[in-house]
């Protein structure tokens, strides 16, 4: 059996450019995005079988042919004409649905797993163009550390950073589709804040960690906050409890808090009343 980590990521910067009119993306949202990856991380374990299968601790996940992590595994099989099997167990951590792409994180391990496993010999290029296939956020995860994403054609571009930073992960107790955050969007309202983004791309490059602060901001905020308006309070509630500034995490519904350190995302989890969860910035080793 061989188990890895699996780590995720957090988004500080995100920017709805617009719905691609034609070409082999048609119909996907081309983004701007800065990804920043945490030491939050599920748990995978892999062992051979005879039958493919998964097993996972948190009921809200499928274990059957829906569940990404499978999906991954019968790609790499078709990819790599491979007729072997595993046995998948997933100990979830991350919020299912809550805007943390814990679902992609896992397929990116499940496929350097069983290039490990099977002895593929792919580099992460390779991986990568394997991952799009899954979806969009997937590349990223060979990418890790902070990069700014769009989601369609390039991947992901690294930023070089020697920043770490500590979060507050506020968790509501509902989760929020990729599909039903796009639901109602109005492209009229988006993609305005392209030139924050590309601030917040050279205060990570600079060290900059004020100017990231300033700069944190997301457009699904404009359609899922009218819908659901705890989230608009929670963001509010993490300021007013001492967070440098707060955001929604990709399509939502977890809503990240930006701390001095970690004593200070303890201290501020304290006074919250919330579900949360204390992360910090993931260090490659």
């Known amino acids: 059996m061989i188990t890895s980590e699996s780590y995720t990521r957090i988004s500080l910067a995100l920017d709805i450019v617009g719905k691609i009119p034609e070409g082999p993306w048609k119909g996907y949202h081309e983004l701007g995005i800065i990804k920043h990856q945490i030491d939050l991380h599920d748990t995978i374990s892999m062992e051979p079988s005879r039958e493919l299968s998964i097993r996972c601790n948190d009921n809200r996940v499928p274990c059957d042919e829906s569940n990404i992590c499978i999906k991954a595994v019968k790609l790499m099989q078709q990819e790599c004409g491979i007729d072997e099997n595993v046995e998948i167990r997933l100990e979830k951590r991350i919020p299912v649905m809550g805007g943390l792409a814990g679902g992609s994180a896992n397929a990116a391990t499940v496929l350097s797993m069983l290039n490990d496993l099977w002895d593929l010999e792919m580099d992460d290029g390779d991986l990568m163009l394997i991952g799009r296939r899954l979806g969009m956020d997937v590349p990223f995860f060979f990418t890790g550390g902070t990069a700014f994403d769009t989601e369609t054609a390039s991947f992901p571009e690294s930023i070089e950073t020697s920043l770490e930073m500590s979060f507050v992960l506020a968790i509501p107790d509902f ?84 701390t001095e350190d970690r004593e200070h995302a303890l201290d501020i989890q304290n006074k919250l009343g919330l579900t949360s969860i204390i992360s910090s910035t993931f260090i490659r080793k």
């Open 175 to 258: 989760g929020i589709s990729t599909r039903e955050a796009y639901e109602g969007i109005d492209y009229s309202m988006t993609g305005k804040n392209q030139h924050r983004t590309d601030m917040m791309r050279n205060a990570f490059a600079c060290d900059n960690l004020d100017t990231i602060v300033r700069e944190m901001h997301n457009d699904f905020e404009i359609s899922v906050f009218p819908r659901y308006p705890l989230l608009a309070e929670i963001k509010e509630r993490l300021i007013r409890n001492g967070c440098r500034n707060a955001v929604m995490s990709g399509s939502g519904s977890t809503i990240i808090g930006i």
